[in-house]
């Protein structure tokens, strides 16, 4: 068995594989004699069967079974080997017959790899913001922790220290045809957004007001506050929605005393409101941290995509995309799709780059520990922040058992290594901002 390579250019080859009968014939004499042994054929005892009939039923069978095995291991092995990194998958050339008999078989495979090229992190330079959350953000973040904990109070009217809970349903027009079933949002709002505030604001228990899907679409902030992203508003079925009151209440917040430390972090972790101050302010500067370092890693990445030359194999592209998808049904709508996904096709292969040039391997056990992370987040949504270790590992093994939480969390993690990867080879511009500067900056 032989394995050849014809290059087309730095970036795509063709490479032939060639089979001598006898590198699977003794493996195919094999089977056929295990089969001869094992077929039950009405007229023969087991073990009787006379070879030359099992050899005339299945032996061409065997013979391309082994074939295949064998072209796929040498191919496979040829392309580790020499350090390929693919785009796409293998193209088979057409073949007008094999004959397992011949005494020697050649398949040949049009083949697509990235280009020899090194990223050099050092030369990339973007802005490394430090943000400390001010007293003013620690105060709301406090607060919070008091509505989480706070008493209701009955309101006979909405005022403007009311929390509201809302009901949102999409209208379905008179005569519509089918059926419609719509799941209703529920959420709950106060006087901080605005928008949705001053929708319901004059408004009674159990009374509602209409909103058409196109002042959504022009009140993005409004849409936003009602929990409906951009995307979600496109695609609403309907032309309005029904924003309904279903309760309202003032609230009494939680006194800050040691009953709502250990309610918020667990028993005696916080002992006074300056530890308290204290602990929130680290919270606050470890999240604003985290955004920091992102945006900073984004830009660099962002100054990479546009920087670097990245040459695709676009031919061998065409053909695999022809060979690979059957809705695509000739040569330019091929072209045209992949005219479509070249920048992200770039971006991946650059992404993939700098992840195997500076070894970033995933452990199954970096995934369960993202996993548990993100089981913590959302307790923390829910004001618990004392849950034992066995049992966030509990939920996070549950997790992992849904393969698209699997790939999505091993993608959180590879990307996370690599942040630390850009974080200490590329070239930081210390600069110290507000949070309110910082978003800014994050909107740019």
Known sequence: MNVTATNHDEVSALLTVTLDKSDYKEKVEKQLLNYAKNAQVPGFRKGKVPLSMVRKQYEAGIAFEEINKQVSEALNGYINDNNFRLVGQPVPQPVEQLD???????VAFEIGYEPEFTIDLS????????????DKEIGLSIENMQKRFAEQVPQDAIADDSTIALEISQVVEEGAEGEHHHAPKNITIDATKKEAFNL????KMDESVKVSKADLVANEELAKELSFSKEEVEHLHHNEIEVKVKDFFGLNLAELNQDLFDKVYGKDTVKSEEELKAKVKTELDEYFQQNADVHFVNKVLEQINEKEEVKLPEAFLVKWLLHSNENINDENQAKEILEAEKNQLKYQILEGKLMNDNEIKLEYSDVL???EQLVRNQLAIYGIHHLGDEEVQKYAVEMLKDQEQVRQISSEVGMAKLKDVILEKATKKETTISHDEFLEELKK
């Open 100 to 106: 397992h008999n011949a005494e020697q078989l050649t």
């Open 123 to 134: 030369k990339y330079e973007a802005p490394h913001y430090k943000v400390e959350a001010s």
């Open 200 to 203: 319901v604001k004059a408004l």
């Open 369 to 371: 520990a993202q996993a």
